[in-house]
């Protein structure tokens, strides 16, 4: 009756590039989650854009088993998806077919 229905919250994750005001002009690379429908923030990650592991990926959160994930194309890479998977979670994500190749038996 109007309430949110029974079962596992979906985490939806995305990242952004910020710029720094001021001279410096420096770039920062976020990312965060929020948990759906409550919009809840769980998750918050700042870190530089140059270098070894900045990359948007979904190997920069946390995932725990059940985790029902929602993500967009720039997260879809074989590692990344199987690094939900391996953690026991599950990804839902809009296939970037230059990043991630789909097989069929």
Not at 43 to 71: C, H, Y
Request: proline share 6%; aromatic share 6%; net charge neutral.
């Amino acid at each position: 009756m109007g309430g949110v229905p029974d079962g596992p919250e979906v985490r939806a994750f995305d990242g952004a590039i910020v710029k720094e005001p001021g001279r410096s002009s420096s770039l920062w690379l976020i990312h965060y989650s929020v948990r759906l429908p409550s919009l809840t923030c769980e998750f918050f990650k700042l870190m530089g854009t140059q270098g070894a592991g900045t990359a948007n990926s979904l190997t920069q959160f946390p995932i725990e088993p059940g985790d029902r994930i929602l993500v967009d194309r720039r997260y879809s890479t074989g590692k990344g998806t199987g690094h939900v998977a391996e953690a026991g979670g599950q990804v839902t994500v809009r296939v970037n077919t230059g990043s991630l190749v789909l097989l069929d038996d």
